[in-house]
Structures are given as structure tokens and as C-alpha cells.
């Protein structure tokens, strides 16, 4: 697309209202665009469209019109959780409409540099991390995208010297065509939303349209321990900055033993190091993985690449060292919530696969009672079996997948599996769910929600549901 001034007098569409879609709409609008706005949810369940209305943005509600797109349409900017299916976007791709998310539309207005931050697994408590450490370095990010701030309206908002860090789906890569961040990076990679896009070649594809446009001049994040994200350091012209938990690094983020000072070999096990070894050789120390303020291998991945994306934005590393060691995590993400008669309540409402369980289960010592499921993406949840036979005491499942799950929890040789059939609203069957949890643990045991799913089958978002949870718990 072009930048959004060039379309003035022009007839934009924009699918889907939420806080993105108003965002964009109102930029368009301001620029003297022809917006219009369209979103199948009924006007009562639309409440931001009296905002746009109020302003002279025609808002379609309820239904797609036929003739919504026609050759007239310069421009469709779609919310990124809509499928490519749907008949506007179907017509649109017949008559060459453009078709983008709102982080294009974001690149083409920031005078900030951008670190755009996507992977299966990670994200939000990374993309937060980031902005911990480049507030700490005296940097002004602001930070936004997937995380819950429109990019439009941080980008609208953003000066030069400032840093934009956004956290970006595939659902919204996919929509992008000219976005180049300054520093990209790439978490991991898992099997994930397949629903959406089809194929793992199409889910990873969007993933790399993250650095397509990158140069020589912008820096490319890597996971040197998921062979997926390093084989894209052979393809990218930009600078490659890795990160490893299990290797050192001739140049990167790395974690290495510290050896005794007392002359011994061989360090205690929980005395490993971040180092960043920098372009010139010269070796950093930048915080102890025992010091960090959240526990887990995972965690101390994501440590390293928050860490590794602040450097490349000019942090100083001495400056990372509290940040690294002070922050807490985010809201649904291995989330303390109480302990109760001795049993601790972990809110991880954000793991909405497989891979982000296994992670989070790892990360906890205790007897493990699991409280998960939800949306039914296709999924056999096999890769869950070794963590019902070795980690988790009991099974509490619920949603679309209730059944998939406890047939492999049967398989891995677990006695204790429920299912909990939907009851009158989702609320209750989430509060039996953790009543079930509450009566199968016992005094130094972890109740954990961990879905391994979205919440769509039953929650509008996954903050819903690990806020149902956490009043749940504090209610038993």
C-alpha cells in the first residue's frame, strides 16, 4: 500500500471494528479518506460504532453487503483475526484490492523505528520485557500491537527518537506487504492456529513476512536453538543477533555456566549466566538465570531476546541488569493468583497450545493438578502424553477438546481425569472446573489453568477466562 495520505478522496473499506479497526477508521478518516466500516456483529453488539458514526464514518453492522467491494475500493484494511475466506475478501482478491492489516498501515506512519517481535510462544511477556529494559536504558518505547494497544494509534503518537515494540501474530503479518522493522525477531516456532491458516507452510510463511524487508541495516533476532528460526539467518540480509539457552555463541546472547571462585570445575547447577558476547568479542555479563524475575527454561529464552532486542536498539548492557532481574511477568502468563489450604493457583490463560503448556507445566515444581482445554483446532494433543505420564497429578477438562484431551491424559497411564460438561454459561462450567482442581490437590500441589487451547469456544478472549479463573479461585 501506499502511505495512508495518498488516499484521500479514495473509498477505503475496513473489516472489523475493535480498537484497531476504530483506530484505523479514524486515520483515514482524518486524512480524508471515504471510509467505510463493516463488521457482521449486530449494532448492539457493536458498541464503537456511535464513536465512528459521530463522525461522519458510515458503519455497516450485521452483515456483509454484496456489493461492499467493488473496483472503486482502493483499499481494504482487515481485522487480522478474519479469515481470507469471506466473501468481501474473496471479491476483493478478484478485482486486485489490496488488502492489508492495520500494522502496514502502522509502518507507513511512524517516524519511530519498530521492533517487531512474533513466535508461537512468548510473545506478550517478551514484547513487555523489551519495554522494561528500554525504559531502564533511558529509551522511550512505546509499546503495542498484539498486546492490546492499536499499533495505528502508537504510531500516530510516536516521535523519531522514540522506539514502537510490537507484538505481531500471524494473523497480522499475514496482511502486510512493504512493513520493515528495524529490529525483527523470532521467538520460536510451534505447531499453532491452523484453523486459520490451513498449513504450517502458510503459518510460517506469515511469520516471515516479518523480515522480508529487512537490509543490512536492520537486525534480524534469532532462536539459535529451533533449527527453523536459524536456518532463516542464511536467507536475511539484516544483521543477525541469536540467542541460545544451550550453546555459546561466537557473537550473540548466550547462557554459560559460572564456574566457582574458589577454583572448583564444576558449577552448581543453577549457576548459569547470561552473557552477550558483542560484535568486537567482548564479553558482557548481564544477570544470573537464577536471578531472574520469573522462573522456567522458557523464560529464560525470552529473557535472552528481550535482552538481545534491547542491545540492538542501543541499550547499554550494564543498564539491563535490573529489568532483567525486577520484572514479574504479565497478567495470564504463569500468573500467581493465591495459595489456598496449602495449594498455589497459577493463572496461564495464555497458553493456547500445546507447546506453551508443556513449557509452563515444566517450569513448576509441586504436584501438578491441570485444569485445561477449550476451542477444538483439529489438534490430537498427542504432544501433551509425556507431560500426563511425568508432570501432571490430575486432569480437569473442559471445553471442545474435554474429550481429546482426557482420551491422551487415558493413554499416558493418569487415574485422575474429569471432564466437566457445559453447564448453563461458561462462567459455571469454569467454576466447577476449579472446584473439581481444588478437591484433587492437596497441601504443597499447583492448580493450574494451562488450556493448550484459544478460549473462543467459550470465552470472548483468553483474559476473560483467566479472570473467571482467578475469581474462581479466590472465591473457594
Known amino acids: ?15 472489523g471494528l475493535a480498537r484497531s479497526g476504530v483506530s484505523v477508521a479514524r486515520i483515514f478518516h482524518g486524512l480524508g479518506a471515504c471510509v467505510t466500516v463493516n463488521d457482521r456483529k449486530s449494532r ?29 475500493t482502493a483499499l481494504v484494511v482487515k481485522n487480522p483475526g478474519i479469515p481470507y475466506h469471506i466473501q468481501p475478501l474473496q471479491r476483493a482478491a478478484e478485482l486486485g484490492v489490496e488488502v492489508v492489516t492495520e500494522v502496514e498501515v502502522a509502518w507507513h506512519l511512524s517516524a519511530a523505528p519498530m521492533i517487531g517481535i512474533t513466535g508461537s510462544n512468548g510473545k506478550t511477556t517478551t514484547t513487555t520485557w523489551v519495554g522494561e529494559m528500554l525504559t531502564a536504558a533511558g529509551l522511550r518505547p512505546l509499546v503495542a500491537g498484539n498486546i492490546g494497544r492499536p499499533l495505528c494509534e502508537a504510531a500516530v503518537e510516536a516521535a523519531k527518537d522514540d522506539w514502537i515494540v510490537a507484538e505481531l501474530s500471524s494473523f497480522q503479518l499475514k496482511g502486510t506487504s512493504a512493513f520493515k522493522p528495524k529490529v525483527a525477531m523470532m521467538l520460536n516456532l510451534a505447531e499453532t492456529h491452523l484453523d486459520y491458516h490451513g498449513t504450517m507452510e ?14 543490512a541495516e536492520d537486525v534480524a533476532v534469532l532462536n539459535w536453538d529451533d533449527p527453523l528460526c536459524r536456518a532463516w539467518a542464511e536467507e536475511t ?3 543477525v543477533l541469536p540467542f ?38 567482548r564479553e558482557h555479563l548481564l544477570a544470573s538465570v537464577a536471578e531472574l524475575g520469573i522462573p522456567g527454561r522458557h523464560n529464560a529464552a525470552n529473557a535472552m531476546a528481550a535482552a538481545a532486542a534491547a542491545l540492538a536498539a542501543g541499550a547499554a548492557p550494564e543498564r539491563l541488569a535490573a529489568p532483567l532481574r525486577e520484572f514479574r ?6 500468573e500467581y493468583v493465591r495459595t489456598h489450604e496449602g495449594v498455589r493457583y497459577y493463572n496461564d490463560s495464555k497458553a493456547t497450545n500445546p ?14 493438578v491441570l485444569v485445561a482445554g477449550g476451542l477444538d483446532r483439529g489438534s490430537d494433543y498427542m504432544e501433551l502424553l509425556p507431560l500426563f505420564r ?20 487415558a493413554l499416558a497411564g493418569l487415574a485422575n481425569v474429569q471432564t466437566v460438561e457445559p453447564e448453563e454459561d461458561a462462567e459455571a462450567t469454569l467454576r466447577t472446573a476449579v472446584r473439581l482442581a481444588s478437591s484433587a490437590a492437596e497441601a504443597g500441589d499447583i492448580v493450574l489453568l494451562s488450556p493448550a487451547c484459544a478460549s473462543w469456544d467459550m470465552f470472548p478472549s483468553y483474559e476473560h477466562r483467566g479472570r473467571m479463573f482467578k475469581d474462581s479461585a479466590h472465591t473457594l
Open 1 to 15: 500500500m501506499n502511505h495512508p495520505s495518498a488516499y484521500a478522496q479514495r473509498p477505503i473499506v475496513v473489516l
Open 44 to 72: 448492539e453488539e457493536s458498541p464503537e460504532a456511535a464513536e465512528l458514526e459521530a463522525l461522519g464514518i458510515p458503519v455497516i453492522c450485521g452483515h456483509h453487503p454484496e456489493d461492499l467491494i467493488s473496483s472503486e
Open 202 to 215: 502458510d503459518y510460517i510463511a506469515s511469520k516471515r513476512k516479518l523480515f522480508a524487508n529487512q537490509t
Open 237 to 239: 540480509p539484516a544483521e
Open 244 to 281: 541460545s539457552l544451550t550453546q555459546e555463541l561466537k557473537q550473540g546472547v548466550f547462557v554459560r555456566p559460572a564456574y566457582p571462585a574458589d577454583g572448583g570445575t564444576k558449577p552448581p547447577e543453577p549457576d548459569r549466566v547470561i552473557i552477550w558476547r558483542d560484535p568486537q568479542g
Open 329 to 334: 511477568g504479565v497478567e495470564h502468563r504463569l
Open 355 to 368: 507447546t506453551a503448556t508443556t513449557m509452563s507445566v515444566r517450569s513448576l515444581q509441586g504436584g501438578i
Open 390 to 409: 511425568d508432570r501432571v497429578k490430575a486432569l480437569i477438562a473442559l471445553g471442545e477438546t474435554r474429550d481429546k484431551l482426557a482420551a491422551v491424559a
